[in-house]
């Protein structure tokens, strides 16, 4: 199955209270198709200026990417310039410069029509209602945004979320919407608009499924010691969820600066996390109550991380 | 296996955004008997006042709980109030009244010393100390505190540390008695002052066990709808641990104010829950990776919750 994924490559500079790095490539979808070609083939839907480094199509290339749908436009790529704060979590965005991206409409090549996946990655409500338009043999739509959408643009972020299948929001951006303190409220709210499927991503603490029949599924991060830049862990994770669901084989990552330590993975170290996240998170599906002072055997479970 | 604890019991009159309740029983000692006891024989030590109404010491007769430690002394038993914010994550004390507390010292049973599983509950390192003084026959002993402790008697909790197996700490504990940014790098600070394990308490997004051998354990939360009470979270859950190691049966909860909602729970439902948790943590163990684009079956996992 060959995923479609909708949204942004950009140039990012980043800074964290540790270093700095200029013009990397960045962009929702640039995450999400390094993670999701470890998987399956992407076909991408973007914008690019004339002054983007050929050495990331180069990359691209050696993956099962297809760029029919990447268009080249004279002038400046997207470009995004933040600054992270101590903790990690939290950044200022130091500049937005649209460039080739103001005047961009979505147009779906042809040869992507039979994508089996959708993945409406992070860009204006509008853009992704234009890409419904014209998509029909989709099996699973996902939608990812922010809160920008949230607050400028909740009507047509609406109108977008009642069309797909599964969304994906920050647990702030599910509060922020629904404007519920309950997580699980909130997630009740969105699912009676019609969506299959919320996940719900907890940055370091891992992400939540919930599904419209009640299905709950909660999946733990896998622990780092340090994190370098964070910058497009959502879109690595989505890139992950759909590359699963197109082969079943899962991932979720997000370390070193721009997409480097992504570039640099393979399916064997998506394999042995996977194995450590077995491990980490596995309950005895056998063990069943007994009458207090009924003593039963321990089984240590657990995986060598330290 | 039987369970020596030492620890607060108190009256607590507790005020959240939604409801309020006065002159309830509380106490971090309350909470972790009245988990722990649904598994195993509780040995308990702590002390109250002659107002102690004798109601909560004919619940706890009921149940597999040993009070011979616990000492009715003239006066009044330790009294706490103290207001939830509106996110329930966050309260202020209102008032405390030492009571009988003032010149407690804790003194051990001779019968309540083969208990195998000590948990010293939350109160001053230097009565913890005066406990680990008269046991000697423990198999685990478990350590429990408060950002009090840490801000104002470090060294103290710091020699407690040091002659415990086990320590629950919330992950704000852990930062601020290591100074760390990073969880895992605080945890391997405290693993190296001689700990066998470390319970990462994270709240409404679980907990995480870590080992000095490498072990690592990811538990996640129940998703509740509702917090009514938060108060007692973590000595439930502690009681829910040393519990399942006394017999092999886990427990994890905190609903209803006050532990009118533990009160009522019965081993049914403790099993009722662990079966979620099996299903909602589970990670097919047989999952290997293939080659991008090699389909595999998709086996949907998960539990029916909303």
Known sequence: MSILVVGSVALDTVETPFARIEETLGGAASYFVTAASLYSQVNLVAIIGSDFPREHLDFWGKRPVNLAGLKIEEGSTFRWAARYH???????????????????HPVIPEEYRSSKLLFLANIQPELQLEVLEQVSDVRLSVLDTMELWIMTTRSQLTEVIKRVDMLLMSEEEVRQYTNRASLVAGVRQLLDMGLRY????????????????GTFFSAPAYPLEEVIDPTGAGDAFAGGLLGYLATV??????EDFSIDRLRSLAMDDVAERYQCLVMCSHFDPNWCSGEPGQAQTISRRGVKLL
Chains 1, 2 share one sequence.
Do not use: H, W
């Open 249 to 254: 084989e899962p991932q979720q990552d997000g």
């Open 86 to 104: 101590m903790d990690m979590n939290t950044r200022d965005t130091l500049d937005t410069q649209l460039g080739v991206y103001a005047g961009f």
């Open 198 to 213: 919320v996940v719900v991503k907890q940055g370091s603490y891992g992400a939540l499924l919930f599904g419209a029949d």
